[in-house]
RNA sequence: GCCCGGAUGGCGGAAUCGGUAGACGCGGAGGCCUCAAAAGCCUUUGUCCGAGAGGGCAUGCGGGUUCGAGUCCCGCUCCGGGCACCA
């Protein structure tokens, strides 16, 4: 489309300007009150696709209007560097992980500028830097001196396609890797862990006072997932000493002890370290199918979903052995059973099939008792409907009958407790977070195993542990790093003898919890950050990101910002690292998520070109709200032109009202009432984007641009035409309004208006006056019988006696009435009056 | 199965506190300008009845509360997302 100005001049000259000022750098000891604006940082995957555009043009948003309105922003950016895809292309082109990520870094780099979003690149931070590594590896470090970094042999989830271990949340609720889509199997490995577990606690009580979505905050709630209950013993049958076997009881955790009186049966998981002990001889052959069973059934498969939804069947098989029932005295079965989960709880559940649907499938299956201890509603038992998990009043159970569930519950932890057994207690389903990693590009974890000492971390003055460049590329189920004999053989740090460097790298989720700090502070050689600096700018004011963090990368975030104060490497500093979050809604096409991945990219390049960063970013703000999914469609093209159109149309006010003179020819003067129209136009607008940018409301904050525009065009062509004074206090505050939507194009227009004034970014966001922005007339809607009749002008403080009588003397109200006389009248002055028949 | 969103013209969406439904834009129709086109400008555009004035119907479906409901309550349908044997 031909243009009304030179776009590509006039962004290209913009952004060498901001960079060339320095206008978005920002000192630590800045006067101005603090503000952090902060996207999460990309991982970069070459020139910015349309998601980036969207998430880094709310960003620039937030971040030059808050620089208007008087905040010192800190507006950093740096590069989510390490990670499987440079390394996967390592291994099918042989280019180094380095020059692959570094030139793909260039390349986002370059779309960011030419987007015209201003960072204090000063601060660039990149997780593959060496500088970088080393502190990620001091803080490893620390964490391994306070106890929260361990290794333990786990079973994991492993990638043969991959060929490495993954996070649960890579593995897909089919049993298939995100990446490569091979079946994910289970491999008990020696890996690292961070004990995320200790906050778990914590990090769900932190939740309540942030300023989050509240489905991400439901979300982080039901990933800790805290119940509360209790653990008891359950006795087994036949061994309580006496025949010289020390005593053996079960430990079961349970969130109902309310229904103790209705446990007929327990159960062991399949991997329960007492199984042999507690299996019968004549049982061990069913009791080792089961096993074989479930081992081929992998955890993964156990607790995920099965085909169309339902449970999985429920396989089990009998110990030989009874258990005792702590309230009742009664002997139960007890059986090792596939629906039973090690990692979670004791591993072992006394069973309620009256009141657990689960243990109601269990129990129609195996054909075992159901003892009711809660009254279910009149009929339950009639409609078939089994397990009854709702409120009720508690029966069958000795001193707990006639109770509700909730008071039952204390009563039945308090006789656990005074007869010794059992505890109240309380168990997350978070589990602790698996960081080791069979890769070469990411960080290395700094230990080295000694034969003697064990494992010893690198001295803090031999780091940064870097990897070395000559490795080769394979897919062989273990870290390149293994397989290099320079790197792997080295020297203890304690007794000097021969040891092994650890191979495995981290999680690079690890590399993403703390740049945010470093951000505050990437200039000292001697710190990872200055905690001063980290407690002048955190906690992040405004962090914007995808939906797809909501659980994950958050999480870890605040595990690491509170392990950081704990360990004393950023004293004092708050323990929540953001205070708000918005996630903005993703792009999709075709009913997919637009992805590199899935092909389905619309380059930004070809916008840039046609309508500009401006015109790509007004439409990205335009259509819609950022917090919702958009569908790009054939359409769309059209709706971007229109953005292109709109600027163009901007450009011409801005070049009319220039040109007009201050006077215009006697016979045609300017309307005093006109300028005033357009004068409370232009105030009422400014107090609308003012508020709309607020609210995150983007898209009706460039709708009331656009009518703005409208507004003054008219105001300058038509018979009764508005003063020039009125036309270009409505052009200054468009500039200073789109200023942040729309920056290069308003900075040029208002250089060319105000060659003597500051550059426009640097202006102070504009106030509306009160006086023009209140109506002195509103429309007032005569309704009848809540039926719209007429409409009256009338002055804004009329008064109900009045309102009321100008409604009713109204004709159209008359006609409506006929002859009847109203039963009653609504007066909302100055709004509204409905007449009631 | 459980939890959370959502459903408004041909399309994206607006309606911030229960008070004019459809702002703004896209698309469509008609016109001006032009030798012609592009660009631009102007008018119009929920739907039905009506020549018109005007009126009826309209915010996924069915009820309810209210003088008044897109907005609140109850019960559904469909779409999207998250969780899913967590005891």
Redesign the pocket.
């Given at each position: 489309?031909?243009r009304a100005y030179d776009v590509a001049g006039i962004e290209e000259k913009w952004q060498r300007r901001w960079a060339e000022d320095g206008t978005y750098q920002v000192e630590n000891d800045d006067p101005r009150p603090p503000f952090y604006a902060l996207c999460m940082y990309p991982y970069p995957s070459g020139p910015a696709h349309q998601g980036h555009v969207r998430n880094y043009t709310f960003g620039d948003l937030v971040v030059r209007h808050r620089t208007m309105r008087g905040n010192a922003v800190l507006s950093p950016i740096g590069f989510d560097s390490f990670g499987l895809p440079a390394e996967n292309a390592a291994i099918r082109t042989g280019t180094h992980p380095r020059t692959f990520t570094d030139q793909r870094i260039a390349e986002l780099k370059a779309s960011l500028v030419r987007l015209g979003a201003v960072y204090d690149w000063r601060r660039e931070v990149r997780s593959h830097d060496p500088a970088y590594i080393r502190w990620n590896q001091v803080i490893f470090e620390r964490l391994l001196d306070a106890g929260l970094a361990y290794r333990a042999n786990a079973p994991v989830n492993w990638c043969p396609g991959c060929q490495t271990v993954l996070a649960n949340?890579q593995v897909l609720?089919d049993g298939t890797c995100e990446r490569s889509g091979d079946p994910v199997e289970r491999r008990d490995l020696e890996q690292w862990f961070l004990r995320i577990t200790a906050y778990a606690d914590e990090l769900l009580a932190g939740l309540d006072d942030l300023d989050w979505p509240?489905?991400v905050k439901?979300?982080q709630r039901?990933?800790i997932?805290r119940?509360e209950?209790a653990e008891l013993d359950l006795a087994v049958v036949g061994r309580d000493g006496s025949d010289g076997r020390p005593p053996l009881a079960l430990r079961?955790?349970?969130?109902?002890p309310d229904t103790i009186f209705g446990m007929t049966y327990a159960v062991l998981?399949p991997e329960h370290p007492l199984v042999d002990d507690v299996t019968t001889p004549a049982q061990r052959p069913v009791v080792d199918e089961l096993r074989r069973l479930a081992a081929a059934r992998s955890e993964i498969e156990?607790?995920?979903?099965a085909e169309g939804?339902a449970?999985?069947?429920?396989?089990g098989a009998y110990t030989g052995t009874q258990v005792v029932n702590p309230f009742t005295g009664a002997e139960v079965p007890l059986f090792v059973a596939?629906?039973?989960?090690?990692?979670?709880?004791?591993?072992?559940?006394?069973a309620?099939p009256a009141e657990?649907e689960?243990?109601w499938?269990f129990a129609q299956a195996y054909g075992l008792p159901v003892v009711r201890t809660v009254r279910p509603p009149e009929g339950w038992d009639d409609e078939g409907r089994g397990a009854y998990t709702g409120a009720g009043e508690k029966i069958n159970s000795g001193f707990l009958d006639g109770l509700e569930i909730a008071t039952a519950k204390e009563r039945a932890i308090e006789a656990l407790e005074a007869r010794g057994l059992g505890v109240r207690t309380v168990?997350y389903?978070l589990r602790d977070w698996l960081v080791s990693r069979q890769r070469y590009w990411g960080c290395p974890i700094p230990v080295i195993h000694c034969p003697k000492h064990g494992v010893v971390p690198v001295p803090l003055d031999q780091l940064p542990v870097l990897a070395p460049d000559d490795v080769a590329f394979e897919p062989t189920g273990k870290s390149p790093l293994a397989s290099h004999e320079g790197f792997r053989r080295t020297t203890c740090p304690v007794c000097g003898g021969p040891a092994e460097r650890e191979t495995d790298t981290m999680d690079t989720f690890v590399d993403s919890s703390w740049y945010f700090l470093r951000f505050c502070d990437p200039f000292h050689e001697d710190m990872a950050f200055d905690p001063a600096a980290a407690r002048h700018w955190m906690p992040v004011d405004q962090y914007i990101g995808g939906?797809e963090h909501a659980?994950l990368h958050l999480l870890y975030a605040r595990f690491f910002t509170r392990v950081l104060i704990d360990t004393g490497l950023a004293p004092g500093l708050g323990r929540e690292p953001f205070q708000r979050l918005f996630t903005q809604g993703m792009i999709r096409m075709d009913?997919t998520k637009m992805s590199k991945s899935k092909g389905n990219l619309i380059s930004p390049a070809r916008y840039f070109e046609s309508v500009g960063a401006d015109g790509l970013r007004l439409f990205h703000l335009?259509?819609?709200?950022p917090a919702?999914?958009?569908?790009w469609?054939e359409?769309t093209d059209?709706?971007i032109?229109?953005?292109g159109?709109?600027l163009?149309?901007l450009w011409?006010l801005l070049e009319a009202v220039g040109e007009r003179g201050g006077e215009r020819a006697p016979e045609h003067p300017f309307d005093p009432a006109a300028s005033l129209a357009l004068r409370r136009t232009t105030h009422r607008t400014v107090a609308?984007v003012s508020?709309?940018l607020d609210?995150w409301?983007y898209?009706?904050a460039?709708?009331h641009c656009?009518?703005l525009v409208?507004s003054a065009?008219?105001a300058m062509?038509s018979e009764r035409a508005a003063s020039t004074e009125a036309l270009e206090e409505a052009c200054d505050m468009l500039l200073l309004l789109l200023a942040p939507m729309a920056p290069h194009v308003t900075a040029e227009l208002w250089e060319r208006r105000h060659p003597d004034e500051l550059a426009l970014h640097l202006q102070a966001w504009p106030t509306a006056d009160p006086g023009l922005v209140a109506e002195d007339t509103?429309?007032m809607?005569v309704?009848v019988?809540?039926?719209?009749?007429d409409?009256l002008e009338v002055d804004a403080s009329i008064g109900e006696e009045e309102a009321r009588s100008a409604a009713l003397a109204s004709p159209?109200v008359r006609a409506?009435l006929g002859d009847a006389e109203p039963a009653?009248v609504?007066v909302?002055p100055p709004?509204?009056v409905?007449v009631?028949l």
């Open positions: 489309m031909a949340e609720s509240e489905r439901t979300m039901n990933w997932g119940s209950g079961v955790f349970t969130t109902r998981a156990r607790t995920a979903s939804g449970a999985l069947e429920k396989r596939d629906y039973v989960l090690m990692g979670y709880g004791t591993g072992a559940i006394m309620v657990d689960r243990d499938a168990h389903r939906i659980i009913g335009f259509v819609g709200p919702d999914d958009f569908d469609t359409q059209q709706v032109d229109g953005c159109r709109f163009d149309r011409r609308q508020a709309d609210r409301s898209n009706t460039v709708a656009m009518e409208n065009h008219k062509s509103v429309t809607v309704q019988n809540g039926k719209v009749r409409r159209k409506a009653r609504v909302r709004k509204l409905n009631v």
